[in-house]
C-alpha cells in the first residue's frame, strides 16, 4: 500500500515540478516526433517508421533494477533493459517461477515509456543513495544509461527513496511481469 501511495504521490508531484504547460500535450511537444510516436504507438498514420527508427529515437540506451533483498522474503533480482529490446533476467530468492537466468524481449513502446517515466520525473536530479536507520531492509538499485552518456545510479535502503523514484521503479516492476520470459 505504501508503494501505491508514493506512486500517486509521483505522479502529483512531478506534474507539479514541470513547467507550467501552454497545452496539456507541451511537454510531449518538446520531444523527438519518433520518440513521441513510439510512446503511443500511431498506428493510423501514413508514415511508418521502422522499429529501428522508433529505437534509435530514445533518449535512454539501458535500464537496470536490481533488488538485493533482505533478512525475510525480499526478492533478489537484477533485471536489465537495453536499447533494441534485449531484457535479462537473473532471480535467486523470492521471485518464484523467475528463479535463474531468462532472456525476454521488451516492446519498443513499453521501453519508450519508461524513458518518459524517467525523464518526466527527472530522475537524473535525484540524490545517489538513500538510506534507513533501521536494519534488514532490502536495497533497490536503478540504474539509468543515456543515449551516449554515463549511468546515472540511485540506490534505496528501506523504501527512503522519494516519489520520483518509486514511480520508476514500479514502472520496472511492471515490465518485469509483461515480459515472456525465456
Given amino acids: 500500500?505504501?508503494?501505491?501511495?508514493?506512486?500517486?504521490?509521483?505522479?502529483?508531484?512531478?506534474?507539479?515540478?514541470?513547467?507550467?504547460?501552454?497545452?496539456?500535450?507541451?511537454?510531449?511537444?518538446?520531444?523527438?516526433?519518433?520518440y513521441r510516436m513510439a510512446v503511443y504507438e500511431f498506428s493510423e498514420l501514413p508514415f511508418q517508421p521502422s522499429a529501428r527508427e522508433l529505437w534509435e529515437a530514445l533518449p535512454f540506451d539501458s535500464f537496470r533494477i536490481e533488488s538485493s533483498g533482505c533478512y525475510g522474503t525480499c526478492p533478489v533480482f537484477v533485471m536489465e533493459l537495453s536499447r533494441g529490446g534485449e531484457a535479462r533476467f537473473e532471480g535467486s530468492d523470492h521471485v518464484g517461477a523467475l528463479?535463474?537466468?531468462?532472456?525476454?524481449?521488451?516492446?519498443?513502446?513499453?521501453?519508450?515509456?519508461?524513458c518518459l517515466f524517467v525523464e518526466r520525473f527527472r530522475f537524473d536530479q535525484l540524490e545517489q543513495s538513500y538510506d534507513a536507520s533501521a536494519t534488514d531492509q532490502d536495497t533497490v538499485t536503478i540504474s539509468v544509461v543515456p543515449k551516449g552518456a554515463?549511468?546515472?545510479?540511485?540506490?534505496?535502503?528501506?523504501?527512503?527513496?522519494?516519489?520520483?523514484?518509486?514511480?520508476?521503479?514500479?514502472?520496472?516492476?511492471d515490465l518485469i511481469r509483461t515480459i515472456d520470459w525465456e
Avoid: N
Fill in 150 to 173: 554515463t549511468a546515472v545510479t540511485v540506490s534505496d535502503y528501506g523504501e527512503q527513496a522519494p516519489p520520483e523514484f518509486v514511480a520508476v521503479e514500479l514502472a520496472l516492476r
Fill in 99 to 114: 528463479e535463474g537466468s531468462f532472456r525476454g524481449q521488451v516492446d519498443v513502446q513499453g521501453f519508450a515509456r519508461l
Fill in 1 to 34: 500500500m505504501h508503494r501505491v501511495a508514493c506512486l500517486l504521490a509521483a505522479i502529483t508531484i512531478g506534474c507539479a515540478r514541470a513547467p507550467e504547460p501552454e497545452a496539456p500535450d507541451s511537454f510531449l511537444g518538446t520531444i523527438d516526433p519518433l
